[in-house]
Structures are given as C-alpha cells and as structure tokens.
C-alpha cells in the first residue's frame, strides 16, 4: 500500500505529519516494533531462500506477506557485536565490542529502546542478551569475562521488561546443561531457578511465551510496543525434542539442527497469530534476521547449517559470515512478495525505527546505519556503504562492490564484483584499480573514526569516560613490546650466563 493511501485510511483517527518516508502519528497509531534474530542461522537454512529440507513454513508465509531483504547483512560475523549495531545504529568498534564476549554495551551509548520508550512505548527484551554480563560476581565465560566491569543489563539500556540469558543456552530444555552454568534466564534482573517448569521444552517457545504475553499486556494497556525477540537456535548445543527430530528421519545428527530451526519457526506463526487476534498486525512493523552466518566447518550432522552457495561462514567476512536470511513486514506500509536486492545491513534498523516513529536522534554522534524505509518499499535499490571491521580485516560493501583489506598494513586487498561472483570467487582489483582505491580511503576513514569513538570523544562525559578495553591495534603493538621486552631480557641473561660461564673456564 502506498504512503497516500495510508494516509487516506487512517486520516480519522491521525494527527499526521508527512515526510519523505514515514507518517508520524500520534502514539497510539505510531507502528509497533518487533525486531527478531535467529543466533548462527545460515543464508540457506530457511524455504524462502530456497533449502528444500527444513521447514520454516511460517517465516515462508512471513516472506510472501511482506519483503524478502536479500543483500542484508549482519553488522559483524560474530553475535556480541552485531546485536549492538541493531540497537545503537552504529559500528560495534565505536564502543568496545570487538568481537563475541568482548565488552559491553555501555551506558554512554544511545538506544533505540530508550528513544522509543521516552516517546511513550513499552519495551521488552526476550531471549538472548549478549551485550555484557548480567551479574556482577559471575559469568558462563568464567573470570575472565570479568562480571564487574563488563555488567550491563537491559533495564540500564531503557527496557521496561526483559527475560534474558548471558549467552547461548541449549535450544531443547535450555535450563539445563553445561551451557546453563552460570547462565540462568533472568526475569527483569532476578535469576530464574532451573527448575521453574516454564522453562521446559523448545527454548523457541519459552521466550516466545514471555514475549506474548509483554505484547498482549501492551495492547490492553494501549501503549505502543518495542520487542526485541533473540532465540538461540539454532547456536550449539543444538537439541530438538521428540516432535521435531520425528519431523526429520533418516537425517541423523543433522535432525536436531533441522528440528530446532522448525520450533523456532512455529514460534513466529504464534506471534503473528496473536498480532492477527489483538487486531494490531497491520500497524507492527517485523524484522526477522540472524546474527550471523552457521557455525564451523560444514559436517554432516554437527554442523548442518548451509549458506546457499556464499564463501565462508561464521567468523568469516566473506558472504556466508555476514550475508543472512532476513524478512520485513508491515502490512500497513511494505508491498507483499517484493525482494529487495540493495545492501543493507543490521545498522539500519536504528535509523529507520526511528524514521517510521517518528523519533528524533538527540545528538550529532556518528551513526553508521540508514534510514532504508524507501528501500524497503522498494523505491530505491541504491544501498549506502556497509563497513566491517573484525580482527585484523577491514570490509567495505558498496553497491554491487565488496573491498577488504588487511587492516594491520593496508596489504593484501582484494575487490569482489557481487553482482557476478556471489561466491567471491575472483579477485578483480586489477581491473577496477580506482575504485578499488577510492573505496580503501573509504573504508580507512571509517576505521579511524571507530576508534576516535572508542575513547569516549562522542560522549557528553567524554572527559571521565575510560574504556573498558584499549584499541584492538594498541594492544598488539603493546604486546608485541611486551614480546620485544621479554626477547631482550632473556637475551641479556643468556649473555651474562655465558660471560660467567668463559670467565669460569678461562
């Protein structure tokens, strides 16, 4: 439906203004928001992106009903770092969070769940956390996750409500096992015991059932909502009860990875179904996305995840890492059945929450994401440049284009045409020389500002700010001085024990 017909429909019951993507309403018109994320789900593991073994009729009927984003991508190949570009808009370096379990997310950092809720909706958080721990004394990493300096909690992020875990959790009865040690759900900051019987069965469904009920209490109340849904599945340990491996004979190993996916999936056909029932499903937007690309090396069974053709995998910032399956829907704005080819990214989310809702952004910080809203509707298939930064390589996709660059010397690039080699499997830098350099002074330009941010500069307490950890590149260069300084004094007592040792004999 188009924006003027929108308009025509709601004019009665809307005070609204009119800009050139989004139709600002009052609050009780104003668009819910349901940010969804798979952890570890392949490009391939879903029917909309054409896996014939898996079933994911819900997300399959999701894509029918609103747009498929084909060229989306996860902020990072890693899950720490891109969940915190969805809720910041920006480059997960500019903060600290380098990589899984690196980190936090810290208080300085603006978000969308505090904008919306100070424009009067509630927010919850469900599933899965992963930006920073969430006690003080203890953490499933161990002590060197160091709990007390890297706490932060959703309720110090501006989340009314959350039910969440530390990290991954088993996706069948998830809490019990290793991955449950030290890593309770916590419901709005209190420790659930293991045993509460809520937390039996699919995970999928066990935070689906706290998030329904936080979007049912939402409704009644009239309030517009922001709800974060983050499921484990399909991250190890990847188990999948009865019903589900019965879905998958003859498949092994590999049935517990299919299963988990499909709880996850009717998951979704649950919380449509209660959009559909309350009679708000055509004014909530919906994401559904990953976090990034399948675990490992592809094996038969263990790691079962599949990433439709692309190159690499988790961990990786070729496509498999970073390109995911991604879904939006709002009935009330975005065609039906459209695919969307631009590159986009998780930074985008931001930006463009804000552009449907009508909120502004508070401050002049850099933001790395875009308001896509014209995108979506398919108005535009020109994306903005996507940086990436992980370890030790720094990425830049623009347009059809992918260029990537040792980070540490600027050696080693290589320039991918995506637009014919989805696989990356040619380097064509030789061929495109200029663009090749414009889009390297692009991409170290971004690299510099990162870290420019990292110290705290685009802060208001800038001056009493300290990072929790120091730049990636200063602390090689102060470990390798470290190395030199170790090299040298072994190297001075050799020589004084070999002096001693020829004076002796002498």
Known sequence: MDLMKSIVMVAAALVATVSSSTVVADDKKRPNIILMMADDLGYGDTGFNGNKIIKTPYLDQM?????????????????????????????????????????????????????LQAEGYATGHFGKWHLGTLSKTTSPKGPSRRPEDNYSIPSMHGYDHSFVTESAVATWDPSFGGRAQDNPFWLDGKALPAEDPTLKGGAGRVVMDRA????????????????????????????????????????????????????????????????????????????????????????????????????????????????????????????????IDAPTSTLDYLPTVLAMTGTAYPDDRPVDGNNIVNVMKGKTQQGEPIPFYHKSKLVLVQDHFKYMVNGKDLNSEELYDLSKDIAETTNVIKQHPELAKKMKATVVAFRDSFKTSHSGVDYPTAANYQPVDVWPSDKMAADGKSKAEKLQKRAAKAKKKNKKKKNKNS
């Open 212 to 339: 329904l009920s936080f979007i049912e209490k939402s409704v009644k109340a009239d309030k517009p909502f922001f709800t974060v849904i983050w499921f484990h599945a399909p991250h190890a340990p990847v188990v999948a009860g009865p019903k589900y491996l019965a879905m998958y004979p003859d498949h092994g190993q590999a049935a517990h990875y299919y299963g988990a996916i499909t709880e996850m999936d009717e998951q979704v056909g649950r919380l449509r179904a209660l959009l559909s029932t309350l009679n708000v499903d055509d004014n909530t937007f919906i994401s559904f996305t990953s976090d990034n690309g399948p675990e490992g090396k592809q094996v038969k069974g263990k790691h079962a995840g599949v990433t439709a053709g692309l190159r690499g995998r988790k961990r990786s910032l070729f496509e498999g890492g970073v390109r995911v399956p991604t879904l939006m829907l709002h009935p009330a704005e975005l065609p039906a059945g459209k695919v």
């Open 63 to 115: 894509a029918k009903d609103g747009v498929i984003m084909s060229n989306f991508h996860a902020a990072a190949p890693v899950c720490s770092p891109t969940r915190g570009s969805v809720v910041t808009g920006r480059q997960p370096f500019r903060y600290g969070i380098f990589g899984a379990n690196i980190g936090h997310l810290p208080t300085e950092e603006i978000t969308l769940p505090e904008l």
